[in-house]
């Protein structure tokens, strides 16, 4: 199976400030299916990204991704109060369906 | 618009049947030509695709779990299912259905632990 590694574990930053997440592949995902995940505490995952780059519905433009193949970053150019989350990277390409372990992000 | 609701008994037994359900409303799960997945999340962990099904009752499963679970559709009750026998400590999770993944939508979560 493919094995996506976040990195980092936490990231702690204030708002307004820039965060850059990433999710690394053991192996290249297909037709970069790669989705980022937020996920608040109680809260099913919210999707934010898919397609590698494409924002879903109703996500704000400081939210972008990047990359392909085996490297994946999600950038939040300036974080909102509401932005301090979980946030997983899924790969959705090969079977089996897998998700990262999850980059924390806090507030310092 | 979709929406889905999870359900079913929140303490399951070591070694007995996990048994859920996820209720489709909305629209048909027969008019819909996407997956329907099963996915869980243990507690203070990541989440773990279980599997999922199309209409059409065509199914694809994690080999994690070892052929333990089993995915299926309720047409005339619009809902799929999701059974994980033998279960043990490890299966306590909150387990998710989620529709057309990733896009989802997903649903709210239901929260099974296996304790005696």
């Known amino acids: 199976e493919i094995v996506l590694t976040q990195s980092p574990g936490t990231l702690s930053l204030s708002p307004g400030e820039r965060a850059t997440l990433s999710c690394r592949a053991s192996?290249?995902?297909?037709?970069?299916?790669l989705a980022w995940f937020q996920q608040k505490p109680g809260q099913a995952p919210r999707l934010l990204i898919y397609g590698a780059s494409n924002r879903a519905t109703g996500i704000p433009d400081t939210f972008s991704g990047s990359g392909s193949g085996t490297e994946f970053t999600l950038t939040i150019s300036r974080l909102e109060p509401e932005d301090f989350a979980v946030y997983y990277c899924?790969?959705?390409?090969?079977?089996?369906?897998?998700f990262g372990q999850g980059t924390k992000v806090d507030i310092k | 618009q979709l929406q889905l609701r999870e359900s079913g008994a929140g303490l399951v037994k070591p070694s007995q049947t996990l048994s859920l359900t996820c209720a489709v409303s909305g629209g048909s799960i027969t008019s819909n030509y996407y997956t329907w997945n099963w996915i869980r999340q243990p507690p203070g962990k990541a989440l773990e695709w279980i599997g999922y099904i199309y209409h059409t009752g065509s199914t694809l499963y994690n080999p994690s779990l070892k052929s333990r679970a089993t995915i299926s559709i309720d047409r005339s009750l619009n809902h799929l299912s999701l059974q994980l026998t033998s279960v043990t400590a490890a299966d306590t999770a909150v387990y998710y259905c989620?529709?057309?993944?990733?896009?989802?939508?997903w649903g709210q979560g239901a929260l099974v632990t296996v304790s005696s």
């Open positions: 192996q290249t995902i297909t037709t970069d299916y």
């Open positions: 899924h790969q959705y390409g090969t079977s089996p369906w897998t």
């Open positions: 989620a529709y057309r993944l990733p896009l989802g939508p």
